[in-house]
């Protein structure tokens, strides 16, 4: 951190170009990259600059604590069963960095691949599993089409009787599919790039980000102080607008809050992940014994860390039709995050229009899946200053372009 003239001039410039006899002069960066946010893509991403290209001379910087934001908020599932080729290969690339990643970072994440299975309720729900299971069985990806009794075979409390309100009509399931310890994945990621020389900072909330006359970006303000830095990634799931909008770069998204929730423990009942779009929800059990279950986000635009109730109970409604034997279990504890979301429900990773910005946001309601892919492929992105191949199709320029990478139903969750 630095408070030099140069920072106080800076600041006193607004953040916007300073004259060009001081630029001159401007001292070597305190930090070759600084990255806005310690979730898990953001922690990821300075454990591989730090491991795969050298680059030890990072700052984590983070409003709250690590993992405090949808990385430690979320239902932890992990796939990689979305629709089109590029997205195929990032989630995938993504899977199997999770099959090694507690021997890569010697942190048990505790992933657990048991399956994902995605019910069909109706005809049309039917035609998308379907054509889902197609594509990636096209991509080399495992995905295969259950009927209702091979979905109640593989998922015993899984009602699925002529009496259900929502009836079971078959399933689609990738049982590479999984899911993971949320806090872990940030925990081992922290602590494997801390090792190697990372400075993580948390309660460090940036407030504003400095360019040069050029318009290159030179640095950070934050409520700790100034910070100059080579390069900034913002990888900030949530308030990604507000804090490009500090370099001047309109994003594409909106944010809404996600809840999700969790019984009180009981003994193992759920051995795999169950989602349904339709009826708007999502289960499965922790480690711990409780049922951890999502619904889908609110229908308005917010920064609340806490979703409508009215979702909530639609959600549980859903899991009592489809799960009768769950119905007399109690809440334990419920919470929300914020989830930034793009038109076409795909991420954003890559360059900016500002020279030495990156950006890694978007994944909306899906991102803890992609943990992994994401820190690695855009570690190579920030550290070459050019796309990695697996993320160059999701540009922020694809929406100039008109190249959306459409995955609404692979998405899984109602918007
Ligand atoms: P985060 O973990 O949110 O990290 C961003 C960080 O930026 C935060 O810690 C925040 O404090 C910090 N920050 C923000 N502004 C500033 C600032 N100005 N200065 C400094 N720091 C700042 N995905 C799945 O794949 N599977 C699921 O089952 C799943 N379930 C979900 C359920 C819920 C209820 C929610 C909310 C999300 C779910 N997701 C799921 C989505 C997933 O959680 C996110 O996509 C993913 O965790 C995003 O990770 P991240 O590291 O980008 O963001
Ligand atoms: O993307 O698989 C997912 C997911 C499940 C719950 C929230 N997101």
Redesign the pocket.
């Known amino acids: 951190m630095e408070f030099s003239l140069f920072s106080l001039v800076r600041q006193a410039f607004g953040g916007a170009a300073w004259p060009r006899q001081w630029r001159d002069a401007e001292p070597k960066p305190a930090y070759d990259v600084v990255i ?9 991403t300075a454990y591989y600059l730090a491991k795969e290209h050298g680059i030890r001379d990072i700052a984590v ?19 990689s069963n979305y629709l089109r080729d590029e997205s195929a290969a990032i989630y995938e690339h993504a899977l199997k960095l999770w099959e090694t990643l507690s021997q890569d970072l010697n942190y048990n994440v505790m992933y657990s691949p048991r399956g994902v299975m995605m019910l069909a309720h109706n005809e049309h729900d039917i035609r998308v599993f379907k054509r889902h299971v197609h594509a990636n069985r096209l991509q080399g990806i495992d995905n295969e089409w259950l009927t209702a009794e091979q979905a109640k075979a593989f998922c015993p409390p899984l009602h699925i009787g002529g009496d259900a309100r929502y009836p079971v009509l078959g399933a689609a399931l990738q049982r590479r599919g999984g ?1 993971a310890r ?1 806090d872990a994945v ?1 925990w081992g990621y922290a602590r494997a790039a801390s090792a190697m020389g990372v400075d993580i900072v948390q309660n ?4 504003g980000i400095f360019r040069n006359i050029e318009g290159a970006v030179t640095g950070v303000d ?1 409520t700790r102080g100034t910070i100059q830095a080579g390069k900034v990634a913002v ?5 990604t607008s ?2 490009m909008g500090m370099a001047g770069v309109r994003m594409p998204l909106e944010s809404f ?4 929730l969790v019984s009180e423990p009981v003994k193992p009942i759920m051995p795999c992940v169950v989602m349904s779009n339709t009826v708007h929800a ?1 289960i499965s059990q922790s480690d711990k014994g409780e049922l951890v279950i ?2 889908g986000t609110d229908s308005y635009i917010s920064y609340s860390q806490a ?1 409508g109730l009215h979702i909530a109970s639609h959600t549980l409604a859903a899991v009592c039709e489809l799960f009768p034997s769950f119905r007399r279990l109690r809440m334990l504890r419920n ?5 930034d979301v793009t038109p076409d429900r795909s991420p954003i990773v890559g360059l900016t229009p500002v020279p030495g910005l990156f950006v ?2 978007g ?9 992994p892919g ?1 820190g690695h492929v855009f570690a190579a992105t920030v550290a070459r200053g050019e796309p990695h191949p697996i993320a160059a199709p999701f540009s922020l320029d694809r929406f100039r372009t008109g190249h959306p990478i459409d995955e609404a139903a692979a998405a899984a ?1 109602s918007h």
Do not use: M
């Open positions: 806005v946010g310690a979730g898990g893509h953001g922690l990821a910087l983070d409003k709250g604590w690590l993992g405090g934001g949808n990385t430690g908020r979320n239902t932890t599932i992990i796939r899911v949320h940030a460090c909330e940036v407030t934050t990888v900030a799931a949530g308030h507000v804090l809050p996600l809840q999700a999502y999502g619904a979703g919470w929300g995050g914020i989830v890694n946001c994944w909306g309601t899906g991102g803890f899946k992609a943990t994401s969750v």
